[in-house]
């Protein structure tokens, strides 16, 4: 960000230990500046663009021998934009409660030495963001950099995984699945690979209408749609109701899957509030519905992502009634079901959709085969359109994976295996809870969920999650910091951790660091 005043100290030589010094705080406050503006709804590369404008400007004049005031650099980058004048700010007093400039009034120049430079110190910014505007305003979505980076160190074995969006694969049967991968391969007809473009496996397709009988759902095979995992799933969905520059509603936090593809299409977002333990606000989400061009909504109605919450039976009954009334489709990610505690697991909103305004996005790579990217939607009224966008983005879904996970459905191995699991990631979360009692600072709130393998931790107000994330991978530990769950990066006092490995003494030494890094803010 361009920011810069007239300094006091143009003479002023600083040594190493003072420029570092004044370099670190700097970089730090331009952090909390940018994050606080994206909070905000600001387009970050739109004023970018502004303050290049203004450097332009300032430069070119420096070379004409001039020196502009305020008044003359909004008048020249306005001239530029094509607008009036009357569309630009001085962004040096607060805009919407972002201190610009702040206590900053050194700049530092060629030698170290601080330089003389224009006083301006301001930025600009666009009038209209000087109106407040409610919480559940609309959003542009930019957070993929945020998640690149926290997904990058999780790559590395060394690291504890914490931070991993995965489950450990060693939890997974990978013998049984290589034998049905390649019976399916040796003894596959060859007009299958036709027969089973999009919607796709019948066998496979079968198989999944069945598994929603067993609770009770009647959803025929012609419905299903099979995908490359549950996010291609999710995001046909996304693609057949939503355009770019309209607005979807989701979640508060959410699953970062959802903000990517809402930055990616360019797609605005309104954010629901989310309880920890009893799902979305319906009464937050009336009022956006009546504020706002709701186009679609995302949501994780069961073990939702990261938070781990469950919405009631009634809760989703009524989600659905609401947006049918409205006639706005529910895109559910239920991507975690399989992976419920409990012998009678909740139901899908799916189940209570009688109109087929509900596309229910479904995985195997959570529950069963990570890395086969083996997914499915059941997408109502919008079958067709779903499955002409898949063949349009990515043809078809490999057709021997297909065939092999719908006989190892078929033969009965799925259903010990997913026991198993569910038994041994209960266990992890027990034991996960255990040491985070023991080794965290007092002051922090977590909700248990029934399944799942993710823990939404909230600290003290104090706690920096984001800096709490770069000093854990000091110690080679990796956490997923709450401000990636946000568009506007809120939760930036909060961490999701992953207990989907077996929790190892290396583990339990992890959260005892995080617990002492957490401590120092209490300190502070």
Known sequence: MYIWERTDWPDLTWDSAHLAALLGQASREQGRLLGRMQDLGFDLRREAQLNTLTEDVVRSSEIEGEKLDSDQVRSSIARRL??????????????????????????????GVAEDRVPLGFVFALASRRSSTPKSRRTRVAVSDLVFDTLEASRDRGIVPLGSAFPSPTLFPWAKLARYLGSSARHMDPWNTVESLPPGSI???RQIARRYLRLGMSIGIEQIVVTSGA????????????RPGETIAIESPTFYGCLQAAERLGINVVEIPTHPREGIDLSALSKAIAKNRIRACWFMTTLHHPTGATASADKKRELVRLLTSHGIPLIEDDAYAELQFSPKPALPAKAFDSKGFVMHCGSFSKCLAPGYRLGWVAAGRFTKEVARLKIESSLATSLPVQQGIAQMLQHGSYDSHLAGLRRQLAGQQAAALDSVRRHFPPGYRVAAPAGGYFL????????????????????????????????????????RLNYGHPWTPAMDRAIQRLGEILRRYDAG
């Not at 996010?231 to 939503?242: D, I, M, S, Y």
């Not at 984001?466 to 939760?491: C, K, T």
């Open 231 to 242: 996010l291609e799933a999710l995001n046909l969905a996304l693609q057949t109701v939503v």
């Open 203 to 205: 066998d496979l397709r």
């Open 456 to 495: 939404w931790i909230e600290c003290a107000r104090s706690v920096d999650s984001l800096e709490v994330h770069r000093l854990a991978l000091d110690f080679g530990i990796a956490i997923a910091p709450g401000p990636m769950f946000s568009a506007r990066r809120q939760f930036g006092n909060f961490l």
């Open 82 to 111: 094509g607008m009036d004048v009357g569309g630009l700010v001085p962004a040096d007093r607060d805009v919407e409660g972002v201190a610009i400039a702040g206590d900053l009034r050194c700049s530092v120049g060629r030698g």
